[in-house]
Structures are given as C-alpha cells and as structure tokens.
C-alpha cells in the first residue's frame, strides 16, 4: 500500500553495518510500550544494530545544507508489525546532529539521543566506527567496530529471515499520551554483501536494557541506499 501524499524528506544512508541477535521474547515483549506488538520469524524475536553514514539530509523541495545535512548514525531497534504493515520500533537513535536530534524528537517522537561519533573510510575500503552517548536523556552506551565488505551485492528473498530484517517501510513510536505513530520510507530494495567485521565495545542494547547473547550477530554490509520519508500519522 502506497503512502498517502508526497514524502517530506529525503536522505542517504552508506557504509551501512547491519548487526542482528535472536533474543528471548519474553525479554523484549516487556520493554514495548503498549500498542507496539513484537514481530518474530519463526517464533524468535531478534534486536538488531545499525551503524551508518546519514547524508542529504533534506526537506522536500529544497536542496540539503552543507555541515547540517551530514552525520553518523547509529540504531537500536527491533520489528513490529500494525495494520498488516511491517516496519521497526527503535529502543535508540544516536546522531552526531544536535539539530537532527531535535528534530526528530519533536517531529517523529523519536528516541534519539546526542553523541559524539566518528566515521573513517579507508582506501581499501575499512570502515573505522566509533560512537560514544553524551546527551543524559539516555543511559550511557558505547559503539566501536571496523568492517568491509567482503563479497558481491545479493538481494535477500521474500521469506527469508534477511529479507524479514531489512525490508520494512515504516518507523513506529510512541508520543508521550500513548498515541503510536507510523513514519512511512522508501528505498530501493537492501544491497546486502557479506562483511568482515570486529565489534570491539557494544554497550548499546546493554542500555536499553537488553542482554544480547553470547553468540555472534548475524552481520551484513550496505554500500549505500537513497530514502525518502514520509510525515508521520497517528495509527492508534
């Protein structure tokens, strides 16, 4: 189903790192507020961390401002799914954009959070990540990892369990009267590659109160996807 009206903003996502653990569902079901069901594949539900590069940033219509529109980010979230309409429910949002950070707080109801963060890409292609929390909103949480991709473009299947963790076209929270929101997106479909990836610090889910488990994520790399966003509309 297409989203009603034009989208609102336009934005770029590169060097895309895609971390997935399976965790208990009864451990995430209690940390949802009300009016977000967990969505699982084959019966587990999964957390699943996002480290990226945010440029273009941009409204409609009007072209994206230098030094404003460029930015880390970072995204805690899990899946859900409302009104037949699969999409993510995001524990955090990092961005090393105080204005992006406000922004989205107030417009999305969002919870993003300010830090400082630091991305390097080097000639062969390693990319240097590095986030460390500093607004007080949040509890304190700490990212760093290095990664490449390391294999040619695959396009996950309908059915798959990549495919159920990458492609979903709605943002989903919660205002502070309990209202949910949805956010509609479009991208082209992932361009996932398999990736060599050292996670060194991950404090993230630790901060959302999550316990990840012992056994390694389930990892993919994106070079790049072009998003539009659309305004957000109250579902329930």
């Excluded at 607004?135 to 700490?142: C, H, K, L, M, T």
């Excluded at 991709?149 to 919660?174: F, N, S």
């Amino acid at each position: 189903m297409a989203p009603r009206g034009p989208w609102i903003m336009a934005q770029r996502w590169s060097n895309l790192l895609f971390a997935h653990w399976p965790v208990e569902v009864a451990q995430l079901r209690r940390l949802l507020p009300d009016g977000i069901p967990l969505d699982t594949f084959d019966d587990r539900a999964w957390i699943s961390i996002a480290s990226f590069y945010l440029s273009g940033l941009r409204p409609r219509w009007l072209p994206a401002l230098p030094r404003l529109s460029d930015f880390p980010e970072l995204n805690v979230r899990t899946y859900t799914s409302l009104g037949g309409r699969p999409g993510v429910y995001f524990f955090s949002l990092d961005a090393a954009s105080a204005l992006a950070v406000a922004g989205a707080r107030a417009t999305y109801f969002l919870p993003y959070f300010r830090a400082n963060m630091h991305v390097h890409v080097g000639a062969d292609g390693l990319v240097q990540y590095s986030s460390d929390r500093t607004d007080r909103r949040g509890r304190s949480a700490e990212f760093r990892a290095c990664y490449r991709p390391a294999g040619p473009v695959d396009y996950a299947k309908r059915g798959t369990l990549d495919h159920w963790l990458t492609e979903r076209y709605a943002l989903y929270a919660v205002d502070p009267a309990g209202h949910v929101y949805r956010a509609d997106i479009d991208h082209p479909q992932w361009p996932l590659q398999p990736v060599e990836a050292t996670i060194e610090v991950n404090t993230m889910a630790t901060a959302a109160g999550i316990t990840l488990p012992a056994t390694p994520p389930r990892l993919s790399f994106a070079s790049r996807v072009d998003v539009v966003v659309w305004r957000p509309i109250c579902v329930a």
